[in-house]
């Protein structure tokens, strides 16, 4: 039997976040001050900010602990992650999607062992009006979910009960 080549191609996306993610934060830690922010688009600033907490900066301003608090989860998540990636019965697209997040788990991972915060350096803005800094690993656990719920509701075939 031949393995199936989804599963690699899962990793690789994981490989390719993670080390894409990598790069530009360190991009963003060599060219720019900490809190600097370069006009790049009319509704796109390339920043230098430090997020100590989780999506939209939950428990930024915890104390500490929430460091090692995200990076268990992080842990956990990744090896259910790699778990459902190798499953039998996981479809391509899943695969997919488990790569993405996963990706992006790790690269955030990396940041908060490394430095104790997650380097985020995209701001979108329309306005006065700006969506929260993120990075490439947040558009990578971004992109995977919302596969995988775009999967859910319209990828799936509908299994049909038997007649009988």
């Known amino acids: 039997m031949q393995p199936d080549r989804s599963i690699a191609v899962g990793f690789v996306l994981a490989a390719l976040i993670l080390a894409m993610d990598i790069a530009t934060k360190a991009a963003v830690l060599a060219w720019m001050e900490y809190g600097a922010s370069l006009e790049w688009l009319p509704v796109l600033n390339i920043v230098h900010v430090l997020n100590r907490g989780a999506a939209f900066s939950f428990l930024h301003g915890a104390g500490g602990w929430q460091r090692y608090f ?44 490394a430095r104790g915060a997650v380097v985020d350096w995209i701001d979108l803005h329309w306005g006065s009006y700006h969506w929260p800094a993120f990075n490439l690993a947040d558009i990578g656990i971004t992109l995977g979910a919302a596969f995988i719920i775009f999967h859910e509701l319209f990828g799936r075939k509908q299994a049909r009960p038997a007649r009988g």
């Open 70 to 113: 995200f990076i268990g989860i992080a842990l956990a998540a990744s090896a259910l992650l790699v778990y459902m990636i190798r499953r039998a019965g996981t479809s391509h697209t899943e695969r997919i999607s488990y790569g993405l997040i996963l990706g992006g788990a790790l690269a955030n991972m990396f940041d908060r062992v």
